[in-house]
């Protein structure tokens, strides 16, 4: 019966709204906003006008579809949990819920005309249950398989919305909704070792926290894959007997397990192995090579990394190598090779011993000859290492080799020949043998018994020497000398030339030097004639006294006097002495303040020999560092006497001769010489008488 009168009294308020008047004045002070309570507490949905007449009444409409709650301040009947608070005479006309519950929630409408109603939202919350599940992903995967969860939530209103998280940053959302149950699937199409560890978290939100906080499920990802090896020092330089570390990082899951080799070789008998480290506590030269570490999870495919140990060391020479090696006298283009390790690779030289001299190796000889033997030294050399030698000695073996000063001899008849020559060979020849060959071509061998000859032999160094002196040689004996020495890789011969100077050659050259010096002096001579002619030597022309016919030759000048010979060549100074020629003859002595007219006055006595040194030939070297005037081996020259004073013949003009090592100083036979003065000083005599008259 209630009922019935309380819908009747609601249509009597609609009849009543729909016939009030249109035009309203009152205006909203307060508009109802959306407002949420939890279930089974009380809600508030505010509402106030401005400016309302007692004729305009304040309906309030709700859920469901809107039906009249209230008028002014009276209540329908069936809402017995509502009730309008406020204070009216102001306009306030609130809507107080009690006890509120799920049928209350939805839209509410606060009005005085209906064509300018404002309304509002109430929410009833009620929070979920339980958080969300999640299923899907229980076992631990392997990289490169797919995965797929879903989350499910239940119960609570309003329904929650499902978020999945990677940690704390959004992943992907996709849901189904129904009216019970909300989900949310989360797929990947292929894992990788990055996913591992994945916190995955399903999020389930009601919009209203401070009524019904978030509740979220997570679950870990697990996934396996197989071994990623990095080698931190992929090469380990160390110097030989300090210690190395060689290091391995894995990253898997599971925890793989580490194993260590060396490639083509056995691991050193002293290491220590932890996990993922290799130690070895001194090195030597044999650990250097390339080393694996291997990595298993049970997951393929295997890992692996690779470390290669450089281990440094000095150079060392091969202890194969020979000490001596013996080559043949002659042999074209033969090597020696020196080979030898270390690390870094040494370079490898050849020196010969004691001095500065390096060549590349192989060492390489152009042609074997004697002079190579030796002691050679191979070094080797490396970086931050001192270096090593190793000595080899180069033996030399083979038929003789002659050696000798001259190819070609010359001596002054009737002094002393002197022929030399050095024998090289491995073995030293038994005897060394000399044989002549005379103009005509005969060869005869020299025996060191024959008259006026003898043969000096001693050892030099890996040799012998042999001289051949030939004393008073003379005119016979030129020709042809051989030296000849064999062992028993063969023979080999030396031929020297010997050449005898006679004293005819000798008288020319020297008549030759004279008439060039007589030359020089009457040149001189008429320009002091000329002179004279001006009144100038004419006083010094009477205080000359007159020259006898005995005068001496003046001295030579110097510009006749030829470079290369004499005596300051040899070594020998002799101050009393001067070469014309070849020919020692005697200086005079100065001149003081005597007039030129007067040069020779102190020689009055030079015809008669018996005033003038003895003429001799000196050799200029002397043979094995002995001087030659000990041996008693030079002839002096015979004093001649006043008979040879004569005269001389037209000397023939000189032969060429060529002059080797052994040249003559002197030759016998100074009379022709002697008449050649006597005659020039005749000449100068009559100059002078004639320039008197």
């Known amino acids: 019966m209630a009922t019935l009168r309380a819908l009747g009294l609601r249509w009597a308020l609609i009849f009543l709204w729909r016939i009030?008047?249109?035009?309203?004045?009152?205006?909203?002070?307060?508009?109802?906003?959306?407002?949420?309570?939890?279930?089974?507490?009380?809600?508030?949905?505010?509402?106030?006008?401005?400016?309302?007449?007692?004729?305009?009444?304040?309906?309030?409409?709700?859920?469901?579809?809107?039906?009249?709650?209230?008028?002014?301040?009276?209540?329908?009947?069936?809402?017995?949990?509502?009730?309008?608070?406020?204070?009216?005479?102001?306009?306030?006309?609130?809507?107080?819920?009690?006890?509120?519950?799920?049928?209350?929630?939805?839209?509410?409408?606060?009005?005085?005309?209906?064509?300018?109603?404002?309304?509002?939202?109430l929410t009833v919350?009620?929070?979920?249950?339980?958080?969300?599940?999640?299923?899907?992903?229980?076992?631990?995967?392997?990289?490169?398989?797919?995965?797929?969860?879903?989350?499910?939530?239940?119960?609570?209103?309003?329904?929650?919305?499902l978020t999945w998280l990677n940690g704390t940053d959004p992943f992907q959302s996709s849901s189904v909704s129904s009216d019970e149950d909300k989900t949310l699937e989360l797929f990947i199409p292929r894992l990788t070792k990055w996913d591992d560890g994945t916190n995955f978290t399903c999020l389930a939100d009601q919009g209203f926290p401070e009524l019904a906080k978030p509740k979220g499920t997570s679950r870990i990802l697990r996934v396996k894959y197989p071994p990623l090896v990095q080698v931190p020092s992929p090469s380990v330089h160390v110097r030989e007997g300090e210690p190395a570390s060689l290091s391995c990082m894995v990253d898997s899951n599971p925890k793989a397990e580490v194993t260590w080799r060396k490639v083509g070789e056995a691991l050193p008998s002293l290491k220590i192995i932890r996990d993922h480290l290799l130690q070895l506590p001194k090195v030597s030269r044999t650990d250097g090579g390339l080393y694996q570490c291997e990595a298993n999870n049970g997951v393929p495919p295997v890992g692996l990394g690779s470390v290669t140990l450089q281990v440094y060391y000095p150079p060392v020479i091969e202890a194969t190598m020979e000490d001596k090696v013996t080559m043949l006298y002659g042999r074209d283009d033969p090597s020696v090779q020196c080979i030898a390790d270390g690390n870094p690779k040494p370079h490898i030289r050849w020196r010969r011993k004691d001095t500065s001299l390096y060549w590349d190796n192989p060492l390489r000889f152009h042609r074997v000859r004697y002079d190579v033997q030796g002691t050679y030294q191979c070094v080797a050399a490396s970086d931050g290492f001192q270096e090593v030698t190793k000595d080899v000695f180069i033996d030399v073996v083979g038929k003789p080799s002659i050696q000798s000063d001259a190819s070609a001899v010359e001596a002054a008849e009737g002094s002393t020949a002197r022929l030399h020559c050095e024998i090289l060979g491995d073995p030293l020849p038994g005897r060394v043998t000399w044989s002549w060959r005379n103009k005509q071509g005969v060869e005869n061998i020299v025996m060191a018994t024959d008259v006026g000859l003898s043969i000096i032999e001693k050892p030099v160094d890996d040799g012998t020497s042999s001289t051949l002196l030939l004393?008073?040689?003379?005119?016979?004996?030129?020709?042809?000398?051989?030296?000849?020495?064999?062992?028993?890789?063969?023979?080999?011969?030396?031929?020297?030339?010997?050449?005898?100077?006679?004293?005819?050659?000798?008288?020319?050259?020297?008549?030759?030097?004279?008439?060039?010096?007589?030359?020089?002096?009457?040149?001189?001579?008429?320009?002091?004639?000329?002179?004279?002619?001006?009144?100038?030597?004419?006083?010094?022309?009477?205080?000359?006294?007159?020259?006898?016919?005995?005068?001496?030759?003046?001295?030579?000048?110097?510009?006749?006097?030829?470079?290369?010979?004499?005596?300051?060549?040899?070594?020998?100074?002799?101050?009393?002495?001067?070469?014309?020629?070849?020919?020692?003859?005697?200086?005079?002595?100065?001149?003081?303040?005597?007039?030129?007219?007067?040069?020779?006055?102190?020689?009055?006595?030079?015809?008669?020999?018996?005033?003038?040194?003895?003429?001799?030939?000196?050799?200029?070297?002397?043979?094995?560092?002995?001087?030659?005037?000990?041996?008693?081996?030079?002839?002096?020259?015979?004093?001649?006497?006043?008979?040879?004073?004569?005269?001389i013949e037209a000397p023939t003009p000189p032969p060429k001769i060529q002059r080797g090592r052994w040249k003559t100083r002197g030759t016998p036979g100074g009379a022709s010489v002697r008449n050649s003065l006597h005659e020039a000083e005749n000449a100068l005599n009559e100059i002078q008488q004639a320039d008197s008259i």
């Open 125 to 161: 919350v009620v929070p979920m249950p339980n958080p969300p599940s999640i299923s899907g992903g229980e076992l631990t995967l392997t990289a490169g398989e797919q995965l797929s969860l879903t989350c499910r939530s239940s119960g609570g209103h309003p329904a929650p919305r």
């Open 471 to 647: 004393k008073d040689v003379g005119i016979a004996q030129e020709g042809t000398y051989i030296c000849q020495a064999s062992n028993m890789f063969g023979e080999a011969r030396r031929e020297i030339r010997l050449e005898v100077l006679g004293s005819d050659q000798s008288v020319v050259a020297l008549s030759v030097s004279v008439l060039m010096a007589v030359l020089v002096l009457v040149a001189a001579l008429c320009v002091c004639w000329a002179v004279r002619t001006r009144r100038i030597c004419r006083k010094k022309r009477k205080e000359t006294p007159a020259l006898s016919p005995t005068r001496s030759m003046p001295p030579i000048p110097k510009s006749v006097k030829r470079l290369g010979h004499g005596t300051n060549d040899s070594g020998v100074e002799d101050l009393e002495l001067q070469e014309l020629d070849g020919t020692l003859k005697p200086r005079p002595p100065p001149r003081g303040d005597k007039q030129w007219a007067s040069v020779g006055l102190s020689y009055s006595g030079l015809a008669h020999a018996t005033t003038l040194p003895p003429y001799t030939t000196v050799e200029r070297h002397r043979p094995d560092g002995e001087d030659i005037r000990s041996r008693g081996g030079i002839p002096e020259e015979s004093v001649l006497s006043s008979d040879e004073y004569i005269s």
């Open 20 to 121: 009030a008047p249109l035009a309203s004045g009152a205006s909203y002070r307060v508009r109802p906003q959306p407002t949420a309570v939890l279930h089974g507490q009380t809600a508030v949905l505010r509402c106030a006008f401005d400016q309302i007449s007692d004729k305009e009444v304040v309906i309030w409409g709700g859920p469901p579809n809107q039906l009249v709650i209230s008028t002014g301040s009276n209540v329908l009947p069936v809402y017995g949990r509502h009730r309008v608070v406020g204070d009216t005479a102001r306009g306030e006309f609130n809507l107080e819920i009690r006890d509120t519950k799920l049928e209350d929630d939805g839209k509410y409408t606060c009005y005085t005309d209906p064509m300018a109603a404002a309304g509002a939202i």
